[in-house]
């Protein structure tokens, strides 16, 4: 898995009043979050100098519900369904090293299917800066498609929603209509579109006053 957030230098002389375990906390919801607004503590492996990160997004938390759901049921089905073996089919006995094997072997599989789901969705973000919009989709864990459009060449921003789930936990598709060779840039289920598209808008107005 390439490295796209690295951390930025730590300044040792900086004075904080928070607790390492306050601290620790914080960076985690950080780090999981699928909406942050100028992240000062995260940079990614193509930021320039001087160039800040103003949104970083992910797909709402939401969208995993099916995968972890699935993974919920494939970590206590063994529970029943094994000891259900055991008492019913007698005939053959079946090993209890045989046993054992498989059910490692189920649990590893398992515990791969979480991990690979979790890493994607981690690793499969938007990235709004002062200077540019970045999305790098992750197709697998070895193949990533990275795209990216400065912000002066954006033409439009518009966001789709629809549906009560979609209304009531607040995401949509907020789609970036470019000038460049990437005509369109798709922030598919991200939280807060609203928020997105007027972040996106102010930047472009200030991109255009700025070049006049």
Not at 42 to 56: A, K, N
Not at 93 to 109: A, K
């Amino acid at each position: 898995m390439p490295d796209i957030f690295i951390s930025p230098p730590t300044n040792k002389a900086t004075n904080t009043t928070e607790s390492p375990t306050q601290k620790k906390r914080s960076l985690l919801g950080k780090t999981l979050s699928a909406y942050l607004f100028m992240p000062d503590d995260i940079r990614f492996e193509t930021q320039e100098p001087g160039e800040t990160i103003i949104l970083l997004l992910r797909k709402h938390w939401i969208t995993n519900l099916l995968w972890l759901l699935i993974s919920g049921i494939l970590i206590v089905l063994p529970l029943f369904l094994f000891p259900a073996l055991t008492l019913y089919v007698t005939t053959p006995t079946i090993p209890v090293s045989l046993m054992t094997f498989f059910i490692l072997g189920w649990y590893l599989i398992t515990f791969s299917y979480i991990f690979v789901n979790f890493l994607l969705w981690y690793f499969t973000v938007s990235i709004v800066t002062n200077e540019r919009i970045i999305d790098i989709d992750f197709i697998n864990l070895l193949n990533k498609k990275f795209a990216e459009t400065r912000i002066n060449r954006i033409e439009d921003v518009t966001m789709r929603t629809g549906g009560f789930i979609r209304a009531f936990f607040d995401f949509g598709d907020v789609l970036v209509q470019t000038a460049a060779k990437e005509v369109q840039f798709e922030f598919l289920a991200v939280p807060h579109p609203e928020k997105v598209v007027r972040t996106v808008n102010e930047l472009m107005g200030k991109t255009e006053e700025g070049g006049e």
